[in-house]
């Protein structure tokens, strides 16, 4: 079983939809947890991070983390043509240990 | 403002053949890390350093060696490639686990 598991999609919404994406893990030991947006042939960027469980929001973007049934998500809201990418979670155990990624799932906003 | 930087671009091997593949970042960070990337399976951690001197082993290092070579350089070789090798390769540096920076990727298709 791979420790972080993500719906790869494809997703494919129209604009101005809210967005809904998710990961669920295996290692409780996890307790940095981020989305990074991955454009076409380019190298994956982070979009925010969030520390244990919780909330955090940022602009039209809400990612969620709940330790307890080991699930996180990101939300968009509003979502535009731009937001079109692929994206990935990510998760480590602490602030120097390995990055461990999801597979990714591939979002689509159509006009 | 350079980043992480990765070269070649582009290669194209023969099976058996070997290669190295050169990783330097220019923000000092302490932290660097191989992954590859296939279809739908996101990004898998090949090894990683922590910092200078160290290495680890991730997701799947078989087929893999790396070397730290100093606080900017980790490098990637395949000493006998394979078809199954086959894929995008993207090297990463942070200082904290939660930002990590990538760079632009490594093309590479084993015939």
């Known amino acids: 079983q791979k420790e972080v598991e993500q719906d790869p999609g494809p997703l494919s919404v129209p604009e101005g939809a809210i967005v809904s994406l998710n990961c669920t893990y295996s290692?409780?030991?996890?307790?940095?947890f981020m989305w990074y947006r991955q454009y076409s042939r380019k190298g994956p960027e982070l979009l925010m991070y969030?520390?244990?469980?919780g909330n955090k929001e940022d602009g039209r973007f809400t990612a969620q983390v709940d330790k307890s049934s080991k699930y996180i998500s990101l939300f968009i809201r509003d979502s535009q043509p731009s937001d079109s990418a692929t994206y990935l979670c990510?998760?480590?155990?602490?602030?120097?240990?390995?990055?461990?990624f999801g597979s990714g799932t591939r979002l689509s906003i159509r006009p | 403002n350079a980043g992480v930087t990765q070269t070649p671009k582009f290669q194209v091997l023969k099976t058996g053949q070997s290669m190295t593949l050169q990783c330097a970042q220019d923000?000092?960070?302490?932290?660097m890390y191989w992954y590859r990337q296939d279809p739908g399976m996101g990004l898998r951690l090949i090894y990683y350093?922590?910092?200078?001197?160290?290495?680890d082993k991730g997701e799947v290092p078989n087929g893999y060696n790396v070397s730290r070579l100093n606080k900017r350089e980790f490098s990637l070789r395949l000493e006998s490639a394979a078809p199954s090798q086959t894929s995008v390769y993207f090297c990463?540096?942070?200082?904290?686990?939660?930002?990590?920076?990538f760079g632009q990727g490594t093309r590479l298709t084993v015939v």
């Open positions: 923000m000092n960070h302490n932290s």
């Open positions: 290692n409780s030991a996890f307790q940095y």
């Open positions: 969030t520390y244990s469980s």
């Open positions: 990510a998760m480590s155990g602490s602030s120097a240990s390995k990055i461990i």
């Open positions: 990463a540096s942070s200082e904290v686990a939660e930002e990590a920076f």
């Open positions: 350093s922590a910092s200078e001197g160290t290495t």
